[in-house]
T-cell receptor, first 114, second 116 residues
Framework: GENVEQHPSTLSVQEGDSAVIKCTYS??????FPWYKQELGKRPQLIID???NVGEKKDQRIAVTLNKTAKHFSLHITETQPEDSAVYFC????WGFGNEKLTFGTGTRLTIIP | DGGITQSPKYLFRKEGQNVTLSCEQN?????MYWYRQDPGQGLRLIYY???????QKGDIAEGYSVSREKKESFPLTVTSAQKNPTAFYLC???????????????FGQGTRLTVV
């Protein structure tokens, strides 16, 4: 089955700086890679996702890059703000073939230092 | 108000007792999932169901059971065979089968189970 590794487990950055979280996956059949943000005491929520036919996707201060050859993808947050502090999870899935299930990484606790 | 609802938010049980966690969605999603969240271990898949009356084991199914008698409901039973049941349990649902566009998984608020 799929295995997703995520690094680092904790990350502290100064407000206004950039943050990068990296994930690798094992199953070359995976074609869908979402990122979820979980604030303290709340449910995980999707912040951005990317499919295997795209190398990069941006949404305001958030971007995700995908390297299919190396089987890794990364989350980039620019101009970080205090409200970016949360736990971030990457995930991978083989979507569209009737067996969709998300395999998650172990999470990164991001702390923005004012 | 559309969404996915888990109940209760907190649950306490004595060791050796079975306990059932509720998950209901009104998003018309075909797929539903149960994850377990432990500190430092991310979200681990327990069971998932792509359609009514069908479900598959995830990565950590031992000691758990599920049913999917209705599209809206996917209850999880934590049995006495689960060796370390104290955890935070999250239910999720996602797209109708065959729809490739909207793939977002929506999560419930979670149930924190404590077994004493």
């Amino acid at each position: 089955g799929e295995n997703v590794e995520q690094h680092p487990s904790t990350l502290s950055v100064q407000e206004g700086d950039s943050a990068v979280i990296k994930c690798t996956y094992s199953d070359s059949a995976s074609n869908y890679f979402p990122w979820y943000k979980q604030e303290l005491g709340k449910r995980p929520q999707l912040i951005i996702d990317i499919r295997s036919n795209v190398g990069e996707k941006k949404d305001q201060r958030i971007a995700v890059t995908l390297n299919k050859t190396a089987k890794h993808f990364s989350l980039h947050i620019t101009e970080t703000q205090p409200e970016d502090s949360a736990v971030y999870f990457c995930a991978a899935s083989e979507w569209g073939f009737g067996n969709e299930k998300l395999t998650f990484g172990t999470g990164t606790r991001l702390t923005i230092i004012p | 108000d559309g969404g996915i609802t888990q109940s209760p938010k907190y649950l306490f049980r004595k060791e050796g007792q079975n306990v059932t966690l509720s998950c209901e969605q009104n998003l018309n999603h075909d797929a539903m999932y149960w994850y377990r969240q432990d500190p430092g271990q991310g979200l681990r898949l327990i069971y998932y169901s792509q359609i009514v009356n069908d479900f598959q084991k995830g990565d950590i199914a031992e000691g758990y059971s599920v049913s999917r008698e209705k599209k809206e409901s996917f209850p999880l039973t934590v049995t006495s065979a689960q060796k370390n049941p104290t955890a935070f349990y999250l239910c999720a649902s996602s797209m109708p089968l065959g729809q490739a566009v909207n793939t977002e998984a929506f999560f419930g608020q979670g149930t924190r189970l404590t077994v004493v």
